[in-house]
C-alpha cells in the first residue's frame, strides 16, 4: 500500500527534485525518534564506560596497543577518532552529533524531564559563557594533559558530564539546557555548523499560509523555530520536519548561511571564539609540544633561577589535577613548565587572534563598518575549522605512529588543507563583502585586508611542519 504522508503533500511542487527526497529524510528523522534515542543511549553507557573504566587501571605500558589494552584504545576512541571525526561532521552534515550521538546532550535533556524544572536563570543568559568554557576546558585539558592520561580524561569530560546532568536535573524541562549556554564546544559547534550543505529550512510564506492548526514540538535545544534561518542552533532531531508544510531539510551552498548573515546576527563572543579561540588558544594548545622556542625559553628560564637560587619554580610537587605528574612513566610538570605552557598559549591568543582581529577591523572600516569585523570573522570559518582539524589530527596520527604506523604525506595533506581552507575563506568574504562595497576596489581591499591577518596562522603550522 502506497501511503504519503499528508505534510509531503503540503510541500511547495516547484523544489528541485533532490528536495523532496532530503525532505523525506527530515521526515524520517522526526518519525524515526525511537530508533534515534536506542542510539543515543548506547552511546551513552558506551561513553560511560570509556570515560571511567581507564582512570582505574594501572597506566599502560610501553608496548601495550590500542588493540590490546583499554586505555590506548579509550585514548585513541576519544582523541584520534571522536573529536576530528566531531568537528569533521558539524561542518559536513550540521549538528548531527549534538542530536543523535552526544551523550552530554542526551543526558541532560533525559535529566531535566525529572529535575526541578527551573526557567533558564539570567546569568546562564550571558553570551561570554561559550568562549570562556572553550578557552578554559582547552587551557586545562592542556595543564593535566588529558590527551594522554584516563584520570584527566575522567576530570575533564567526566567533570563535564557531571556538570551537564546536574544543569538539567535543576534547570528546564525536557530540555538541553546545558548545550544551549554552557557547554563548552557550543560555539564552536555553532560556528562550525554555518557550513553545514544541509539545514532544516522553514519557509515562513507557507508558515503563515498554513491552516494546519499549531503542534507542540520538543525542541531540546530551544530554538525559535519560526524565525530559525539558519543551522547554527539547530541540533538536525528532524522534531520540527513538516511542521505546518513550511520546515523542511533541505540542501545549500555551504556559503550561504554566512554569505548573508547580517550585522544582527553577529555577535562579538562568536567572533572572539573564532578568532581568539579556534585560531588563536587551539592553535597555541596544538603547537607547544612541538615549538622549540619553548624549548629555548625553558632552558633560558631555567638557569636564570638556578643562579639566583630559586628551585621551586623547578620543582614538580603540584598536585596531578593541576599540573600533569605521572613520575612513574617520567613525565611530571614543574611550575616552570605550567606557566611556560600558559604563556605560549597567550601569546599565541594575542598574536594569532589579535593579527586575524586587526586585519578583520581595518576590512570593516574599509567598507565603512566600524563593527564589520563580527560579522567578517565567519568568513574565516573554513581556516578555523581546518586548523582545529589539523591540529586534532595530530593526535590520530601521533597515536598511530606509536602503533607503528609512521608516515610523511599527512602533513603534506594537511598543508594542502589549511591552504585550500583559506582560498575558501577568501571566496566567502568575496561574497559577504559584495553588497557592502561601493567598488570592486574596496571590496577586493577589504578581502585582502582579512586574510593578511591570518597569515600567522598559516605560518605557524607551516614551521611546524616544515621547519621544527
Ligand atoms: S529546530 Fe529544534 S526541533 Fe527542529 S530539527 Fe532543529 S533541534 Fe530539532
Known amino acids: 500500500m502506497n501511503v504519503r504522508s499528508p505534510v509531503l503533500d503540503m510541500l511547495p511542487a516547484r523544489q528541485p527534485p533532490q528536495t523532496p527526497l532530503l525532505a523525506r529524510l527530515g521526515l ?7 530508533a534515534i534515542l536506542v542510539v543515543q543511549w548506547l552511546v551513552v553507557v558506551f561513553y560511560l564506560l570509556m570515560v571511567t573504566l581507564p582512570a582505574f587501571l594501572p597506566l599502560p605500558p610501553e608496548e601495550a596497543h590500542v588493540l590490546d589494552n583499554l586505555t590506548r584504545f579509550a585514548q585513541f576512541l576519544f582523541w584520534g577518532i571522536w573529536w576530528p571525526g566531531v568537528i569533521l561532521s558539524t561542518v559536513v552534515l550540521g549538528r548531527v552529533w549534538c542530536g543523535y550521538f552526544c551523550p552530554e546532550g542526551a543526558m541532560t535533556e533525559a535529566a531535566s524531564r525529572f529535575g526541578l524544572n527551573r526557567p533558564v536563570p539570567r546569568w546562564m543568559k550571558w553570551g561570554g559563557w561559550p568562549f570562556a568554557a572553550f578557552l578554559g576546558t582547552t587551557v586545562y585539558g592542556q595543564m593535566v594533559s588529558v590527551y594522554e592520561y584516563p584520570k584527566a ?6 567533570g563535564s558530564t ?9 534547570w528546564g524541562r525536557g530540555k538541553r539546557v546545558w548545550c544551549k ?15 553545514s550543505p544541509w539545514h532544516f529550512r522553514v519557509d515562513r510564506e ?20 519560526k524565525a530559525m534561518n539558519g543551522a547554527a542552533e539547530c541540533h538536525m532531531c528532524g522534531g520540527c520536519a513538516g511542521h505546518k508544510g513550511a520546515i523542511q531539510l533541505a540542501a545549500r551552498s555551504p556559503n550561504a548561511e554566512i554569505a548573508r548573515l547580517s550585522r544582527k546576527e553577529s555577535g562579538g563572543w562568536e567572533a572572539a571564539t573564532l578568532l581568539f579561540g579556534m585560531l588563536g588558544v587551539a592553535t597555541g594548545a596544538f603547537q607547544w609540544s612541538a615549538s622549540p622556542w619553548l624549548v629555548a625559553a625553558k632552558q633560558a ?8 637560587e630559586i628551585f621551586w619554580p623547578l620543582d614538580t610537587g603540584a598536585p596531578w589535577w593541576l599540573l600533569t605528574q605521572y613520575p612513574e612513566v617520567n613525565d611530571a610538570f614543574t611550575w616552570l613548565d605550567g606557566g611556560l605552557i ?18 578583520l577591523v581595518l576590512a570593516g572600516r574599509m567598507l565603512g563598518e566600524t563593527q564589520g569585523w563580527k560579522r567578517l570573522a565567519m568568513g574565516l570559518t573554513p581556516l578555523a575549522a581546518a586548523s582545529v582539524f589539523i591540529g586534532l589530527s595530530l593526535l590520530t596520527t601521533g597515536q598511530l605512529s606509536a602503533e607503528g604506523w609512521r608516515q610523511a604525506w599527512p602533513n603534506d ?20 563583502t559584495g553588497s557592502q562595497a561601493a567598488s570592486h576596489g574596496q571590496r577586493l581591499g577589504s578581502v585582502v585586508f582579512s586574510l593578511v591577518g591570518t597569515l600567522p596562522v598559516l605560518v605557524s603550522w607551516w614551521a611546524m611542519f616544515r621547519i621544527w
Open 153 to 158: 580524561v575522567l576530570l575533564v569530560l567526566g
Open 162 to 170: 557531571v556538570a551537564a546532568v546536574a544543569v538539567g536535573l535543576v
Open 181 to 195: 549556554h554552557l557547554c563548552p564546544a557550543n560555539g564552536v559547534f555553532r560556528i562550525l555548523a554555518r557550513l
Open 301 to 308: 628560564l631555567a638557569e636564570w633561577l638556578v643562579e639566583r
Open 28 to 34: 524520517a528523522m522526526r518519525r524515526h525518534r525511537g
Open 342 to 359: 600558559l604563556a605560549h598559549i597567550a601569546v599565541y591568543a594575542l598574536a594569532l587572534g589579535g593579527a586575524a582581529w586587526l586585519g
Open 206 to 225: 507557507a508558515w503563515a499560509r498554513s491552516t494546519e492548526p499549531p503542534r507542540f514540538i520538543q525542541c531540546a535545544p530551544m530554538v525559535h523555530i
Open 413 to 432: 595533506l594537511r598543508l594542502f588543507l589549511l591552504f585550500s581552507a583559506f582560498a575558501w575563506s577568501g571566496w566567502l568574504l568575496w561574497q559577504q
